[in-house]
């Protein structure tokens, strides 16, 4: 079995983010990490591999420094780290992005990709999808449970207060939520030979079946309005209470007036 598992740095936000003028985010500047959801989905590939004997490979486009991620995916455990990095690829939307994972995708053999479900700088849900549209497979989001029954997979799809069953022919997509599962650490071990492993980086050239018109900036339908690092709030309304009592009454005054009680 062949499990591709797609990843992304993204900003660390308890350091703050920051953005570039035309709005785009300026992860050069920023601390990073890899996208939770995105870890729980290698977490679930490496589970398979340590049952099926599984090959996993991580495949991330970002900046250089995004070979920090498959480094880490390689201490995890992980066999091969891709990383996708090209001038022509930045600012990418979720449909440019998605675009060039696919394009990279099919250079190589697959029986399962897995995503995370959505990444906590954009929070679209969207990318994991695309890919799978590009790439003529069927897809299942949400999972919160992953099995595999020959040659389908059965996934636990998380939906409201409850969960579908739902099985698919491989090859096929799923995304991952955070709480599919607890992510293992790195070991001393994996460290040491990832420091050492060979990142494979491909660039717009490698990318097979892809226009340029769809790919980065230019190719981008997402245009961004305004971009803000916090979100301004007003003042509200200051009141004085003379008494505790009042003070109850002014509360449950505006509870009551808002439908709460």
Same mark, same amino acid.
């Not at 079995?1 to 035309?22: A, H, R």
């Not at 696919?102 to 954009?122: C, H, K, S, V």
């Not at 698919?168 to 420091?195: H, K, V």
């Not at 709030?233 to 439908?259: F, M, N, Q, R, W």
């Given at each position: ?20 003028? !035309?709005?785009?985010?300026? #992860? ?14 290698l977490? @679930?590939?490496?589970?398979?591999k ?24 390689? =201490?995890?455990g @992980? ?6 990095? !090209?001038?022509?690829l930045?600012?990418? !939307?979720?449909? @440019? ?11 190589? %053999? ?34 919160? %449970? ?15 207060? $409850? ?8 090859p096929?997509?799923?995304? =991952? ?14 460290i ?5 492993? &060979?990142?494979?980086t491909?660039? #717009?050239?490698?990318?097979? !079946?892809? &226009? ?13 309005a305004? =971009?803000?690092?916090?979100? $301004?709030k007003?003042?509200?309304e ?6 505790? %009592? ?12 808002k439908?709460?009680?």
């Amino acid at each position: 079995m062949k499990v591709i598992v797609c990843v992304k740095q993204v900003p660390d936000t308890k350091g703050g983010v920051k953005f570039n003028p !035309d709005g785009t985010l300026d #992860r050069a500047a920023m601390l990073a990490i890899m996208n939770p959801d995105d870890k729980a989905g290698l977490e @679930a590939a490496l589970r398979l591999k340590d049952q099926y004997g599984a090959e996993v490979t991580v495949l991330t486009m970002g900046l250089p420094k995004a070979a920090d991620v498959l480094r880490e995916a390689l =201490a995890m455990g @992980a066999d091969k780290g891709i990383l996708v990095t !090209d001038r022509v690829l930045g600012g990418a !939307d979720t449909w @440019a992005t998605s675009t060039t994972i696919a394009g990279a995708i099919r250079n190589l %053999e697959y029986d399962l990709i897995i995503t995370g479900r959505q990444a906590i700088d954009g929070d679209t849900a969207q990318v994991g999808p695309q890919i799978a549209e590009h790439l003529n497979i069927p897809v299942i989001s949400y999972a919160q %449970e992953i099995k595999i029954e020959g040659d389908k997979v059965v996934v636990q799809r998380q939906y409201d207060d $409850r969960y579908h069953i739902l099985e698919a022919q491989m090859p096929c997509l799923i995304t =991952a939520l955070s709480e599919l599962n607890d992510p293992r650490y790195m070991t001393p071990g994996g460290i040491f030979d990832a420091c050492a492993a &060979e990142i494979t980086t491909w660039g #717009r050239a490698d990318l097979k !079946d892809v &226009e340029d018109s769809n790919l980065g900036l230019a190719g981008s339908p997402t245009k961004i309005a305004k =971009a803000s690092d916090k979100v $301004r709030k007003g003042a509200g309304e200051k009141v004085t209470p003379e008494s505790p %009592e009042d003070a109850v009454a002014y509360i449950v005054g505006k509870l009551t007036e808002k439908h709460i009680v």
